[in-house]
């Protein structure tokens, strides 16, 4: 069974730019997250779509960050304008209604 | 407002020994307890969890043990492989409010031969 899948793999971008991230969760997974994970920290959730509709996006800064997730299965995630603050791995992880998540190697950014 | 804790940021141990991984909690809904590993350059996978209405699962060298009361829960590793070493999260959710993971800041292990 194939895992979750995310590109690109790592992102060098100057201050102020755009990036986008793309993940492909586990085929028939609901349930889909993004997590920003900061060097020395937990990963944080930002958003989690179930099928294509938001369950919850409270943690998501959306002056700056947005999320898609269309037709229910491929999610990708945007930043736009980029701060150094948001040098991180971005993690994408899928699921089914219960249980474990499954997550992807992840998104490294680093922001100059 | 950190929800789940992990006190200790390092751990070195001697292969062969016992690892012993702690977790806090804050939040009394939590009800599912997960601890995930993490390789460098590669995402956490899920290595053991526990639900709440028990107080230890086992499986193969890993045990969690629960103490809601506490609001504490452990994992340990019976014997150390160098295999192991790796950064560990404590996880915790609440499955009726949409299943989501809580991270802890993680415990980087260190198993030396």
């Known amino acids: 069974e194939a895992g979750v899948a995310q590109s690109p793999r790592y992102k060098i971008i100057e201050k102020r730019q755009s990036v986008a991230f793309w993940c492909n969760p586990i085929?028939?997974?609901?349930?889909l997250y993004w997590y920003q994970q900061i060097l020395g920290q937990g990963p944080k959730l930002l958003i989690q779509f179930q099928n294509n509709g938001v369950v919850d996006d409270s943690q998501l800064p959306k002056d700056r960050f947005s999320a898609e997730r269309l037709k229910g299965v491929d999610s990708t995630l945007k930043i736009q304008p980029a701060k150094l603050e948001d040098s991180a791995v971005y993690l994408c992880a899928s699921s089914q209604d219960r249980g474990e998540l499954f997550f992807g190697e992840g998104s490294r950014l680093t922001v100059l | 407002d950190q929800q789940v804790k992990q006190n200790s940021p390092s751990l070195s141990v001697q292969e062969g020994r016992i690892s012993i991984l702690n977790c806090d909690y804050t939040?009394?809904?939590?009800?599912?307890f997960l601890w995930y590993k993490k390789y460098p350059a590669e995402g956490p996978t899920f290595l053991i969890s526990i639900s709440s209405i028990k107080d230890k699962n086992e499986d193969g060298r890993f045990t969690v043990f629960l103490n809601k009361s506490a609001k504490h829960l452990s994992l340990h590793i019976v014997p150390s492989q160098p295999g192991d070493s790796a950064v560990y999260f404590c996880?915790?959710?609440?499955?009726?409010?949409?299943?989501?993971?809580?991270f802890g800041g993680g415990t980087r292990v260190l198993v030396k031969p």
């Open positions: 939040n009394s809904m939590f009800d599912y």
């Open positions: 085929s028939g997974h609901a349930t």
């Open positions: 996880a915790a959710s609440v499955p009726a409010a949409g299943n989501k993971l809580t």
